[in-house]
């Protein structure tokens, strides 16, 4: 019995530690990572851009020449030799021709290498390259979407532990708060009301811990699918934000730094590129197509052999072949015309691109001057804010503040803790957003 109850024990224990729940201590650049490497999005881009590699591997494999093997076997119906009867006298004489072969048998080997195609070949060859490139470089932009979605997703969570950490001070204040009214109820000092207000705001300042709580695991979920995790493992975050304020680039040399390296602007200028090929390769119907081709042919019987022998024979044959359209209701031209508007549109897009690259740094770079204002106007409004609750608690505590003035003082503290640390954050991901912006 006593074993029995042990070994009960033991498995309740057990079942608690697999049923906890995991937490995982992660920095920035893991999550980052893990993202990267677990990412379902991501993986699809990647797919496409080896798919494209392989069109591209295709196209080169026309430019060289095939080999072709066949073989086969035929039974023909019975028929009578081929003779012809000599009209001699006084006999006439027959002679056969030809002896009839019942089975056939035939193994071919057939080379055929293109000469002249009009350049279709090598120009379909350097737009399935083009294409390629620009499959990678758009899988390359996904992952620096991925990366700043984590980013902001990381620094979000953050703040929302930050956020709970102030209410937690603030709950905490007005506690002592509520404690010191009631004292001075008892003594006469504080009416009611007065401890109503506090009451109150005690109320407002644990519904915003409930929302703090929430907005923690609401991040957590939306990080942990960012990064392939479970969706209710509970983060540990290994990262703080950076207060230091950095310098940034001028403008105009950021913008230049985005045009040389947004792997969006190299995909949209690989589609340019793979566009003009498209047309060389629609004009190449105008062209006369020419194939040099080879055969070796070894079979019972052969029928280029004269009369058919029932034995295998060999024979080969080497040639060129030349093919033009003569006239394809401008078949042709109708595909030039599509070719030219597709790089038509490649064209546009890539200008567009560089626009929304510009309209990015731009962005960016207003938001980084912004971020960098509101810290150390937050910073200031924390460090006055902090001074009048102290100078308005003491002066509450002497009876020179009423129980209002210090209420609007936890507030206004309240406020500037919060604000100070959302602008840190917004800092952290606009960092993130002009990295992203020029192609980091």
Not at 132 to 138: F, G, P, S, V
Request: charged letters at 20%.
């Amino acid at each position: 019995m006593r074993y029995a109850s042990l070994l009960l024990a033991l498995l309740i224990v057990s079942n608690l530690n697999s049923g906890a729940q995991t937490v995982d201590q992660l920095t920035v650049e893991e999550c980052v990572r893990l993202g990267l490497q677990n990412n379902r999005s991501l993986r699809t881009a990647q797919l496409k851009a080896n798919q494209a590699e392989a069109r591209q591997d295709e196209a080169f494999s026309a430019l060289l020449p095939s080999l072709k093997a066949a073989a086969g076997y035929t039974r023909v119906s019975d028929v009578p030799d081929f003779t012809v009867t000599i009209p001699l006298r006084p006999y006439p004489a027959t002679m056969t021709l030809s002896q009839a072969v019942l089975n056939n048998y035939q193994a071919k080997l057939s080379l055929q290498q293109p000469l002249f195609a009009g350049n279709r070949l090598t120009s379909n060859y350097s737009l399935q390259r083009s294409s390629a490139m620009a499959a990678r470089q758009e899988a390359q932009a996904r992952r620096g979407e991925l990366a700043l979605e984590i980013k902001a997703a990381y620094w979000n969570l953050y703040q929302a532990h930050q956020v709970a950490a102030v209410v937690d001070d603030n709950i905490r204040q007005v506690e002592a708060h509520l404690r010191d009214v009631e004292n001075l109820a008892k003594q006469g000092m504080a009416t009611d009301n007065d401890q109503l207000k506090v009451q109150l705001q005690l109320s407002n300042a644990r519904l915003m811990r409930i929302d703090a709580a929430n907005a923690i695991r609401v991040a957590e979920i939306g990080l942990n699918n960012l990064t392939g995790r479970p969706l209710e493992s509970a983060v540990m975050l290994a990262s703080a934000v950076d207060t230091a304020q950095q310098e940034s680039a001028p403008l105009a040399v950021l913008q230049q730094q985005a045009l040389a390296a947004r792997p969006e602007l190299k995909a949209m200028q690989g589609r340019v590129t793979a566009g003009n090929a498209g047309v060389t390769a629609a004009q190449a119907g105008w062209y006369p197509q020419v194939f040099g081709t080879a055969s070796y042919t070894y079979a019972q019987p052969n029928q280029r052999i004269f009369p058919p022998q029932d034995r295998f024979d060999a024979s080969w044959d080497v040639g060129v072949a030349l093919s033009v359209d003569v006239w394809n209701w401008k078949t042709t031209a109708h595909q030039v015309a599509q070719a030219k508007a597709l790089r038509s549109q490649a064209e546009e897009a890539l200008a567009q691109a560089r626009d929304g690259v510009m309209m990015d740094v731009d962005i960016a770079y207003l938001d980084l001057q912004k971020c960098r204002e509101k810290i150390e106007v937050t910073r200031t409004g924390v460090a006055q804010a902090t001074e009048n609750f102290r100078t308005t608690d003491e002066r509450f505590k002497n009876g020179l503040a009423t129980n209002t003035d210090l209420l609007d003082a936890e507030n206004l503290l309240l406020q500037a803790e919060l604000n100070h640390t959302r602008a840190l954050v917004e800092q952290q991901i606009a960092r993130a957003r002009m990295e992203k912006a020029v192609g980091k």
